[in-house]
């Protein structure tokens, strides 16, 4: 088994590279390159499953966790973005999976109204995961 630490810095680039391909996705839909977005959608999908079983593996079977370290003004901050992150991430996995769905059925129209939500519910989810790593494991260090 690798060493705990490990895990919060591989969650994170899982995080990055899902938002990486998420943008990379949505932009070859606006130029109508289907294949190359069904490609990008689904492996920004893998990508976030990966997350999830590293996440809930390092959290419930390692069970170890960070205090964040910051003071004043920015604890307000971080809870607020870890709160909404948490939230939302709940929110989005049912979303994810029907967008993911509709898109491979072929049921465009279905999938282009989910989607319109889905995406920016997704990235806002693994964007602020990154962010979250960073300000518990970096940048409030004591």
Avoid: E
């Amino acid at each position: 088994m690798p060493d705990p630490s490990f895990y919060p810095a591989l969650n994170a680039t899982l995080n990055g590279t899902c938002a990486v391909l998420l943008i990379t996705g949505r932009r070859f839909i606006a130029k109508q390159r289907v294949t190359a977005h069904r490609n990008t959608m689904i492996a920004a999908f893998i990508t976030s499953a990966a997350f999830l079983t590293s996440y809930l593996y390092y959290h419930f079977g390692i069970r170890l966790t960070m205090p964040f370290q910051g003071h004043g003004w920015i604890r307000p901050v971080y809870f607020t973005l870890l709160l909404t992150h948490t939230t939302l991430a709940v929110v989005v996995l049912p979303m994810i999976l029907v967008t993911l769905s509709r898109g491979l059925k072929a049921r465009y129209d279905k999938h282009r109204r989910i989607a319109r939500w889905t995406y920016p519910v997704w990235l806002y989810v693994s964007v602020t995961g990154v962010v979250i790593y960073f300000m518990l494991y970096h940048w409030f260090r004591a």
